[in-house]
């Protein structure tokens, strides 16, 4: 430094000191620039500078220009461009006091700049960062100003020499506005290279400037690829910049670009397989937590973020990711937004399993669609899967979306039932692995799943099973929120028998284990147990057995000699507490002997020594109390269990009797026969079956003769003495039955028949005040239980291969095939006794379908009777001679005239346990168990066998042409076995419809060839009755037609099953227009033959050009049967055109800005868009033509036309909602194949139905006779029918003129998007034709005496048609 320099610097120093700014300045205006900007230089490069030198330049200056020196701004300038090239330049640390000071006396003096100062000043820090990539932090606060003011400049004459050569050409002026030099500053800012790890601050800066929405979608995307290059760990920052930039514009692209690079992120990090790739994917999980804290708090301040975020997740519904999805779960913590995310995301989940669903099972168009995008399924468990580290802020709202969700699909909704199961599956799979992970939300749980069970929400009992699978995997995590159950269990009163039931199964670990909650739950339940009200204790009662269940059933299992003398209390305190309930009223000790008898059914009851000697002592005192005098026949004094007064029942002594029975044959079979010196439980037994197989009627006060009428005293008194006697006489034959020790086929035999004769007797006199029977049948007296009457049957109804196998898989100890044979032979005398066999499949059909107030059978005894109704029934009529005679064992060879056949029976019985099965979804497995049975299906076991699909298919494809061969040869003996069959083929269609999505959904090509063979078969077979010789059973009919509609996919050729169910890529497959042939050709037939029957009945001649040769028999088509079968198919139809519905929506649905994003070259979307559309428009034309036939023809009954014009009505909903689908998808084109379908359905099928509703609905108004004009319309019914008749006429067919409208509106919708003429194609003007007349009807219900109904009722709306204009009659 010079001495001059020396000199100023002193000179300016003092003059700082001083504070003469003023004067400071004045000296600088007498510098050349060179020396300021030396002067600054010199001041700012020490590093022992303090900056005071560059603050008196600056404020002096800034004094200058304030004093209106004409040289002050330029100075000033000088000064402030010499400040920022030196901080520009120097590598100081950013943080000290100096560059503080400098930056907040720049921000100072930043508004007396100059326009050429702010410039050069700007560019001079575009400069930096195009040379450095990054930018000053000590300018982080002044940049954004700077630029800001750069923007409100006006126009300015510059040279490539002020902006760098870069805003202007070489030694040329022009003329630039600030808006355009801050424009390009953003623009060249966004082009350069940034440093890693200067993006934040560069973002910063950007994002602190006003923008225009095209500065803020070139910066966001500008920082979106920046961020490709960062660390994980400087992530959330530039996501954090990034919101808020947002609140300039542009949300929904910046919020569509974040989730995308997480996205790609994780398909990267996914699949990791080495320990760095590991331990990346777990970094970004705990990044990705940070950025939803990020997200969640600019969403808090800026609601309009998540609307965007809202409205990203519904345009990419299909392909959200984990992130994004936990992204939307953490969004539902916000009070604004939680039930729109909530929906959003409950939607998502199921409406992915629906099309999944639906996509399996619709062969004709999945050929043609592309897989998901996303898996709802994998979504739900990757997120609880991360929540375990860095998401666990979304765990609570992940928690509120599976409990809502299980509320929902437990209410009926419009979404499938195995998709609401999967989804019920998948929330639960959820819930126990966050109860699992994350303590802080147990407590929450266990409330919610409380609540519902306390109010009894139509969810609760999945709440139920939820709970129990929570106690199962650990009791300990549940313990310490025992108390809100304890608190819930205050509520008990109000629970139903069900609920109360599964609450106590699902404590019941709590229960043994934990004193203090088991010392709650009896203080309950004997609370309740001796309330005031008995459906109350009846409630309790049946906790209470569970409690006792459950307590035996721990006694089993291996446990140390502590815990088993504990869990030996726990059984002695609750069957105390039962013994006091013995005591009590007739309906209490009815409910609990009813109960103990289920119980004492279980292999663990009969086996526990406690529990059977409790009960022993407590039976065998109550026994000596009602027991009569061996002088009597009667075994029971009777005469104390009625009332004389009252003549009710005071000791149902029936059940009571039952009960004794099973206990007694449980002690023999533990060889437990009670304390020394007391009466054996056996002898006792033996003499009560004596005596009762010798007693008469009049042995116990009854004549079958007498009043049992409910009408009278003493025909109650006879009446409930009747049902005590008969009670304790099936509680014999039940015991005589499953004794091992009195061996007497011909006791029971005997037995039954005063079981029959009382029943008879009681069955026709038991009437009630409008003398009418209450009892239907015997078997409604019996209180045999399932597994007494499955051991039986399966040995009178024995299978033959079983018989014939030594190696049967039933044959195993201790039931080998000795044994079986031995005893199939000892029961001969059952086997033969036709009503004996009869009854007791009556009683297991009772059982099973809960006619008798039994509780619900489980799945396992379910298949074991549908195995004895198949195998020991029902095959044996598919065995016939060669004469065509049935080869039938001589018991199911009778027939009574009165009774149902054995067979019939069986057949019900079947058909009972296919819809037991089907409703819980385990008909899967009915085919395994009647095939190929095993002990495993039989037997108590959560976890069914696993089974190779080929060998499944093949068990599945027996059993159906097993039930096919059965029905064939029933058919062939008609008329005797037409309601046998009619009963068979109702399970061969469950069968059917089960193994066509089996087939539908199938991966292996062998399983599928098998499926597709038999149910080709079968349609080709159910096709060929209806052209037979049947009766004209309308049922018959009707279920030959359902199986026929079940089986009808796979009549397309066997190439199409050929393909795997999903395709992972788009291949364009060629639209077959003969599918549809192929398929529903047999349809077509059926149909045509009603349309000729249809004619024949009404006396309408046929084409003779349509005339078949190989027309089926007509006979069976009556005015009875064609309404059956038209409504059987209007069903059909009415499904196959929601297929149809469901498809339309798969049409890719493109927004402006996707298609402005796509390549030029994909075109995968639009020719998709193309074959799907090709192949519904194919599917409703064909679906239209067989409706054509229906239209053109006069059903010969109202019922059958109202279905033709419903199915009219559903095709075009159908049609209208693909023309709406259309309007969305802004590229698929109109097309040959929709023309076709708009002209048949808008003109043909309109002018049919037209003519159709003028001859049925046209006459219905009652119009005047043209002899007799005032002679009304004589009414065939009531006014009241023929009001609801007229009503539901007038719905019917204005529903059907308003979806006219509504396609017609489409269709020109769609014609002027693009712009094509199709209004030629709507030739039937609904104005004109289907209008409503109200002022020409007269009121068709008054009666002939002319007393007209209420003015409200005649006021309803009617229809009235005009006659059609002649030209369109003659088209």
Known sequence: ???????????????????????????????????????????????????????????????????????????????????????????????????????????????????????????????????????????????PM?????????????????????????????????????????????????????????????????????????????????????????????????????????????????????????????????????????????????????????????????????????????????????????????????????????????????????????????????????????????????????????????????????????????????????????????????????????????DQIMNRVVFQTESHMHFLDLLQLLVANDVDAVRPYSTKIIDALDSISVMSSRTLEGLVRAIAPLFLDDVQFRSSLILVLRKILFAHGVDERRVALSGLFVLISCAAQSLDCEAGQRQSNVRLAVLLEVLGLLRRCLTQQPEIRKAAYDQLSTLLDEPFARNNAALLSTLHGIFQTEFMKYQADRSHDSPISFQLCVSPTTHKVTMPVASFMQCFAKLTLALESSSTLGPSGSESPSSIWTDVCTRFSRAQMEDFELDANGDFALDSPSGVRNNNTARLVIGCIDAAIEYELCSTTNTNPALVVELFSKFQRFSDVLCTRCVDERKKRVIGSASELSHMTLPTTLNVLELVLSDPRRMDNPDHALNCAPHDHTWFVAHTSGVSLWAANTAFVRHLLEIALARVTERAGMCEEPTHRVLHLAYIAYSGALAACARPLESGILDLPANLAKRSAKARSILYVAAETLVACTSVLQSRGKLDLLHVAVMRPQLMLFAPNDDPPTIDALLDAQYASALITGLRNTSEQMLAQKPVMAREATTVLTSLHAMCVQLSRTGNCCSNEGARAVIYKTMNETARWAFSLVGGELPGDANLLRNITMVLTSCQPFLQPETVFARPPLQLTFVSVPVDVRMDDYELGTLSRLIGSICTASRLLTNIEADPNETDEDEPNLGIFTARTIPALVTVLAAWFKAELHQVDWASTQLRRMSASELAERPENDAEDLVMSIQVERRVCGRIHSLSQLLLQLLSTVMPTQAATDQVIRMFHDLHRSFAHLTRTKLQCVQVPITESYIDCLSLICSTLNTHAHSMIIDKYGALVGSADTENPKKKTKLTSSKSAGKSHVLRNSTLVSSLVYQMELTEKYVGMVAAKHKTPLAHYLKRSLARDFRIERDRLHDPLQDTEGNSLDEESADTTMLMLDSPPPDMLDD
């Open 1 to 143: 430094m010079t001495s001059e320099d020396t000199e100023l610097t002193t000179q300016l120093a003092a003059l700082g000191r001083t504070k003469a700014y003023v004067e400071a300045g004045k000296l600088l205006s007498e510098q050349e620039d060179d020396v300021v900007y030396k002067l600054v230089e010199d001041d700012l490069s020490t590093d022992a500078g303090t900056g005071a030198l560059t603050l008196t330049l600056i404020k002096g200056s800034s004094a200058l220009a304030e004093s209106g020196h004409t040289s002050g701004s330029s100075v000033l300038g000088t000064v402030c461009s010499a400040c920022v090239g030196q901080i520009c330049e120097d590598s100081a640390d950013p943080e000290t006091q100096k560059w503080t000071a400098i930056s907040d006396t720049l921000l100072q003096v930043l508004p007396q700049l100059g326009p050429r100062s702010i410039i050069d000043i700007a560019f001079r820090v575009l400069a930096e960062l195009k040379t450095s990539g990054t930018l000053p932090t000590p300018l982080a606060s002044f940049l």
């Open 146 to 446: 700077l630029l800001d003011t750069l923007g409100t400049i006006g126009s300015v004459e510059i040279t490539s020499e002020d902006v760098s050569a870069v805003a202007a050409e070489d030694d040329v002026r022009v003329t630039r506005t600030g808006s355009e030099l801050k424009a390009y500053w953003i623009e060249s800012a966004c082009s350069y290279k940034w440093h890693a790890q200067a993006s934040v601050r560069v973002c910063a800066l950007l994002r602190e400037l006003v923008l225009t929405e095209a500065q803020v979608e070139r910066v966001a995307s500008r920082v979106q690829r920046q961020m490709e290059c960062m660390e994980l760990m400087e992530l959330p920052a530039m996501v954090y910049q990034l919101l808020l930039l947002s609140r300039h514009g542009s949300k929904r692209n910046i919020v569509s670009g974040i989730f995308t690079f997480f996205d790609n992120m994780e398909k990267q990090l996914k699949d990791a397989h080495s320990d760095d790739e590991r331990k990346r994917w777990r970094e970004l999980g705990d990044i990705e937590g940070t950025i939803m804290l990020h997200i969640s708090y600019g969403i808090k301040q800026d609601f309009e973020l998540g609307d965007a975020l809202i409205a990203f997740a519904k345009e990419s519904s299909d392909s959200l990711s984990s992130f994004s999805f936990a992204c939307l779960l953490s969004l539902a913590r916000i009070h604004r937004f939680e039930d729109n995310v909530t929906v959003l995301l409950r939607t998502q989940l199921l409406r992915s399993m629906h099309d999944e669903d639906m996509r399996v099972g619709m062969v004709w168009v999945r050929p043609y669609l592309l897989e998901s995008g996303s898996d709802a399924q994998e979504l739900l468990h990757a997120v609880v899967e991360r929540s375990s580290y860095g998401w666990d802020q979304v765990t609570q709202s992940l928690i509120q979306l599976c409990l809502n969700t299980m509320d929902y699909t437990a209410r009926r909704n419009t979404y499938s039932p195995v998709a609401c199961t999967q989804a019920r599956q998948t929330c639960t799979r959820v819930l126990q692995t966050a109860f699992a992970t994350h303590e802080f939300v147990r407590g929450e749980i266990v």
